[in-house]
Every structure is written in structure tokens, then in C-alpha cells.
């Protein structure tokens, strides 16, 4: 707690102030129940609510609105008092009741006056409290506040990334504001503004001059009547815009005076409304809250699963730096308020013990504390092992490799029982240091990050922002173990073994605590094989790719380099001489006014926000026919990107150890279902220009007695919108094995098939790839290089053809905006918040998301079930063949030349049978002693 307990203790909500930080805590991923309500500003809303009442147990409390229209007083008096406020956001609009619903559920009044804000009801009833003896804390962020401080009235800011609120008394809001006395900061309110509120202060007078002068000078008026004292430019300002800042002064002035009624009867806190409660909870599909409040689960019946209340936001990894993610951080518990019981394992009997309990339970989890994030090379510290919440225990290993290993093969009865399912957060990484030791985990695997990825995959997804978010719980956090970040961190191996016991164990524990409120999500309908039989047996495949990596031409490499760094020489002087100028090619400000003020190659060349010409691919492809120096530009872009991007970085990638090349498989990366990778990005990998082709010439077999085998699926894409559609004639078209795009050519155009033209046959080609995407007459248009209304003829042609298609493409946005979300031929989801957005560019996103997913998301899964039946094919048939790489519809092996029958064979079979859909798949496949060439 941190208000003292009193007998009068009268908390005050601002209540818009606080449904709008909610709302905007939550803007990067908001949270949308199934039926595609937004309700991050209910949620946080109600969360902040419930923090304040268990945690600061006020005696009396009332949320205070803004009454809905009409003008207030001070618009009266100045007509652009929160003039350049925008409108509010819809989806704030639309949880307004629900939130009055809620407040009222919880048997809090409701306060608000006509005619007057917030800010001034608040005000008027924190001095008539006080002076029924009360404390008044009125929550709030609102800096405007601070002139009521007082004895016995206070700002209650809540906190901010995981931070306690804040209680400003008299003493805070003094040294916040540089003043002797609290009122001064309507000065400094009056003198400084409020963009906010469109209060316009003073010109030139920001918010450290403004506590300057009313420091020395006391108040405003005070100011004007020394303004003999000030000089220059803030001088005549002051005396130019006097008017200006009485007027400011008076915006800022919280009114005192309103007509309300101070009953601190009406105010006091009373039991909620448990029933009523319970009806808007589920409606909402707040589960987490219901358990909070109500001590029991509720049922929510889903259109959806998000999975209910709480997993469209970013809390989860890094790239959100949004200190406000996290509604009420002020509740946060920690291992400080737990107590958890974890156990420090030291001796071989304790081991034993602990062994004896995990061979006992159908469920264990266990982590890995490591000397090094790359699983190849990194050292075992210690292990925790949780199987009850609030429980853990931790092992520590010794440095000595043979010795860790003795201590693992101790828990070999558990690594190795194909009844206990092992439990783990990214547990491929775990998997891969047990397996440097000698150690092959079997049975059922449980990765509680793949779980929340398959629940929301828009989300992110690491273990301390799930934990603040579903457990309402605060990690320790790896720098407060080893140090800040950067050339001086520690390692785990400098860390003494009982100072990691409570963070490893924490680790464990919390990631026992998720999998418990995972599992009952994956275990329904749609995800339960997705989770099951796709994405947990994909696991040791990526791993062992991993492991294995893949040879590379560190020679070829270089000599490609120096053809580049020849090129680029070229082209440059050819640039150059073009321009009869000496500059540098590289800064785009130098290009552009060369290309647009000195060679005038066009009069409409626009300039950024920074003042200088946009020279960007897309800026100089529309005017590549426009100069011979165009073309010579995007060419040296081209080849320098190759360069530094691809062709110098590579090698560096190279393990010192073995020689080859290990990328990193990411499952919980990209919505769609698609496998990522980086170290390096191999999706990224060039194809489409002669040079970039030159990359994958570097990609070798193992040695003279191994050839790399590429086996790539043929049109998936459009072989999955056929099966999807159950259009006659794409269906028909790749049943028989004809050229789907010479068919549409023929089709659209209405000629005979053996009549068409190239350029007609990349026309359909563009339409039918182009219509995955949602691609309409402008993107068409561009790509081919023909009129809109001539793209528009094509697209209308193709529609008239495969009709179903077109049917196809309407249902899936129109049960899109119905459901919030699409799935896939394997029930992976896509949820779609922007569906139904007013903002038209934002729901054409939406829209096109709603087409693609699923077929994107369709071959994703099936490239990911033909993994797996391939792998367990070759395990089957004993092959000392290897899968190194999958790169979009392509997989590549290392074959051994005398298996290069059976792998193709193999390889054919299984990937072009992984499914049954009502077309046929394709695998198309080459055997070469290079990438390129087996591509």
C-alpha cells in the first residue's frame, strides 16, 4: 500500500485521462476480443480500477467524466480552448458504455457536471472533502493538477513501465515545479501553455523559463509588473502577449465553485455487483480480471481466440519500447512479494530426489542457464526444473564439460521417457545444448512461446513480457544477473552458482505458469494438431539444420567482391561523368541536387521533411527513361546493396569451428505461419537479377563425394487459391499438368492457348500472382507498364474466367469482418483488427491481409508438414543425406551421391503428398554441386 490506511480516504478518477492512456498503451497491438472488439481502453481501464482498490483500499471513490457536448466554460471564453484536439478514436467511442457499465457494476458513482470538465468537479469535491477531514488522492497524469496540492490532497500518477505510482504532495509538486507554493503552477501553467489543451502561454516562454521567472518574480502578474527587468526578445514578448497569458492563466485555473454535492455517504466503497460483473466480464472476454475479481474462470464462447482478453498487445520482446505497455504496472508483483519456494540442488542425493518427483509427473519443465546465446558453442551453468507453480529447483553444472555431462545423464530417465512431456520457452535452443552434450530428448514437447505465437501471432513473445502480462508478474532481468549490456557484461560462468538460483528458477517457474494457462487454448479444436502434429515435431528438424548448416564458397565469395568493387568503380566514374561532377554517389542529399537542380532531369522533383530530394528506388524508377544516368544509378544501388549486404558479410557468418554456415530458424516471427531465419536472413537471399543469382553459386555441397539437392513446390500459391476456390477451371487446369499461366493467358485474352504471346503469357502471369495479394488496375498497371484502364480490362477478363475466384475473395472479407480473423486449410489464424476500420487505407491493408493469409499461411504449413515427413522418411530409410535450408517453397539437401536416387524419390514423394488438396502439388527438383545451379 502506498496511501496510508486511514478512515477517510476519498480516491478521484480522471476518468477520460485514464481510458485515453490506456487506449494508447495498447496502439502498436491493441487488444480485440473475438468478435473484433477493441477493448484496450476497457481493459486497461478496468485493470488501473482494480489495482487502485485492492491495492490502496480507498474508503470512498468516484470516477469523475467530462460531461458529453456542448461548450464548457472556458470555450465560452476562448474559442480555441482544445480546439487542435482530434477526434476521439472509434474504438475509444465504442467502450464508453461498457466502461460506465463497469464502473457501475463495482457500485462506484458516476460525477460529472454540465458545462464544466472533469478537471473542475474533481477540484471542487478534493476541497470539500478536505474539509470533512479527508484525504483526497485524485488519480490522474494530468501535470494540472498540482495547484490543488495541498496537506491533505493529492496527485496520484500512475506508474510507467513497471514503476510504482507516484503520490505528489505539497513537498513533490514544489520540487517538480521549482515553486514555494503549489497554486504558482497555474503561473507557470499560464505563462508556459498547453499544446494539449491549446492554451497558448506565451511565445518563447517553454517550461524551464516559466519556473525561472515565477520563481524569482513569484506569480504572473507579479512578471508584468517587472517587465522592465527582462530583455530582448522575451521581453517584448511578455509585453506583447500580457493579455495573452492572463488568458492562459484562466484556462489553466481548475474552477473550485461547481455546483455538485459533497455525500460522502453516496461515495463510500460498497461490494461490487459480482453478477453483473461476471455478464460484462464475459461479454468482453475478460478472463484474466474475472479471476481477479470474481476468484473463478468465466466461459467465453469465441468466434475467435485471441486467446480472450489478453493477447493482441505488445508485451512481448524488444522492439516495443513503449514504456506504458503494460496497463497499472504499479500491481506488478515480483518474486519479492511471492515468495516463491525455489531449491538450491548441490549434492548427488538432492539430485536423485528431485529426479525421483519428476519421473513421478506427466508434465516437467525444464531451462538452461548458459555461458553464451549460440547454442553451438556455449557451456552448461545449470538447469531449473519446475512442475508446480510457485515451486523450482536448480542445479548447478561445473566447467568441466565430461563432468556437466555425467550430471545430465543423471536425468536421462527424464530426457528419455516418452510419457513425460518436456516443458520449455524456445525450447529448441535447450534442446540444442543438451544435445552438445550428448543428450537427444524424446517424447512430447511443450514450447510455451510457439503456444502464444499459434494464440497471437501478430504479438510478441518473450517470456518477461508474458509474464507481466498474464501473471501480472516482473521478471529479474538478465542485467541485474550480469551487468548492463556491452563489452563489460558478464557471462553467466562469472556469476557464483547460488546468485543465479532465484533467476533460473524464476525462469522455470514462470514458464511452468504460462504453459498452464496456454494449454487449455491449444488444446481446443483448430490449434490442438496445429500445435501437436506441425509445429512441436518441426522443432528437432530445425535443429538439427541448424546444427548441420551448410558449406560456403569463402573463395568464390571473394572473387565475386572484387568483380563487384570493379563494377561499382565503373559505374561510379560513368556517373560521374554524366554529371560532369565530382560527388559523393552515396549521400542522397549530394545525388538529388545533382540529379534536380544541376541536370534538371525534373521539374516536379519533390523534397523530403528534411529539405533535400527524395532519391529512393521508387522516385528514380519513374524517371529511369528520363536520363541514361537513372539506370546507371539504380544499377550501382543494386550492386553496392549486393555487396555490403550479402556478398562481405557472409564468410564473416562462417563457423571457425567446422567451416560452415549455421543460420537460425525462428518460428514465432512472421503472422502468416512462415519460417524466418537470420545470421543469415536466407528468405532475403537475391533471385530475381542475374548478379543476385551469382549469391547462391557460394551455397556448396559438403565435399566431392556429396551434391546439393534443391526440391521446390511449383505455383503452391495458386494451386492452394484453386483448391480453396474450387474453381472448375484452375482445378481443371493443374489436374491435367497444363501451363496455368499460358491457360490464363488464353482465357483473359480469348485465344486459342497455342496463340499466345509472351508478353500476353506474363500478363497472366503478373494477374495470377498479383491476385494473391489483392493487387488491383493501379499495381497491375505499374508492374506491367501498361495503362490503368488497360490492367483494369485484364483483371475484369481474369474475373470473368475463374469466377469462383473472385466469389472465393469477397466471402473471405466478408467473414473476416464478420469473425475478425481468417484461417488457413490447417485452422492457423490471422486475427485482423483493422477489418473494419473507418480509415480506408487501413482496412484495404486489412482486406488484402484477409486474401493472402490464408494462402500464404496454407503453404507455410504445408512446406512445414513436408519437413517433417521428410525428415522422418530419411530416418526411416537410414540416408546419411542431410535437409540443410528452407527458403520460402524450397528445401535444399546435401545428398551423398550414391543416395541420389532414393532422395529424390524420397524427397518428391513425401513433399508432393504431404497433403491431399483437390489439385495436385508439384515438386520440382535439381541436383547440382552448387545452389544456384541445383535451383
Known sequence: MLTPDIPKKLFLLDAFALIYRAYFAFSKNPRVNSKGQNTSAAFGFTN????????????????????????????????????????????????LDPIKEIISAFNIPILLKEGFEADDVIGTLAKMAEKEGFQTYMMTPDKDFGQLVSENIFMYKPGRGGKPAEIWGVPEICEKFEVEDPIQVIDILGLWGDAVDNIPGIPGIGEKTSKKLIAKYGSMENLFEHTDDLKGKQKENVINFMDQGRMSKMLATIILDVDVEFDAEDLKVIEPNAEKIKELFTELEFRNLAKRVLGEEIVVTQTATAPSDENQLDLFGTTNNNEESTPAPESLKSLSTEKPSYHFVQSPEGRQKLLSKILEQKSVCFDTETSSLEARHADIVGMSISFQAKEAYYIPFPANFEEAKAILEEFNPYFKSESIEKVAHNIKYDLQILGRYGIEVEGPLFDTMIAHYLLSPDAKHSMDRLAEYYLNYETISIESVLGKKGKNQKTMLDIPQEEIVDYACEDADI????????????????????????????????????????????????????????????LEKEIKDLAEEDFNLDSPRQLGEVLFEKMKISSKAKKTKTGQYSTSEDVLQKHKDDHEIIPLILDYRSLKKLKNTYVDPLPTLVDEHDGRLHTHYMQTVAATGRLSSNNPNLQNIPIRTEKGREIRKAFIAKDDQHLLM??????????????????????????????????????????????????????????????????????LAQNLGISRKEAKAIIDGYFEEYATIKTYMDEAVKNAREKGYVETIFSRRRYLPDINSSNAVVRGFAERNAINAPIQGSAADIIKIAMIKVAERMKKENVASKLLLQVHDELVFDVLKSEQEIMAKLVQEEMENAVQLAVPMKVEYELANNWLEAH
Open 511 to 570: 514458464t511452468w505458469q504460462l504453459k498452464e494457462l496456454f494449454e487449455p487454448e491449444i488444446q481446443k479444436d483448430h490449434l490442438k494438431s496445429l500445435f501437436y502434429d506441425i509445429e512441436m515435431p518441426l522443432v528437432g528438424v530445425l535443429k538439427a539444420m541448424e546444427e548441420e548448416g551448410i558449406n560456403l564458397d569463402i573463395d568464390g565469395l571473394a572473387t565475386f567482391s572484387e568483380e563487384l568493387g570493379e563494377s561499382l568503380e565503373q
Open 710 to 779: 534443391a526440391a521446390d513446390y511449383s505455383q503452391i500459391e495458386l494451386r492452394i487459391i484453386a483448391a480453396l476456390s474450387k474453381d472448375e477451371n484452375m482445378v481443371h487446369a493443374f489436374q491435367n499438368n497444363l501451363d496455368i499461366h499460358a491457360t490464363t493467358a488464353a482465357k483473359v485474352f480469348k485465344v486459342n492457348i497455342e496463340d499466345v504471346t509472351r508478353e500476353q503469357r506474363s500478363s497472366a502471369k503478373a494477374v495470377n500472382f498479383g491476385i494473391i495479394y489483392g493487387q488491383g488496375a493501379f499495381g
Open 48 to 95: 488501473a480500477l482494480i489495482d487502485v482498490i485492492n491495492r490502496e483500499k480507498p474508503t470512498h471513490l468516484a470516477v469523475v467524466f467530462d460531461a458529453p457536448g456542448g461548450a464548457t466554460l472556458r470555450q465560452g471564453d476562448f474559442c480555441d480552448y482544445k480546439a487542435n484536439r482530434e477526434e476521439m478514436p472509434e474504438d475509444i467511442r465504442s467502450m
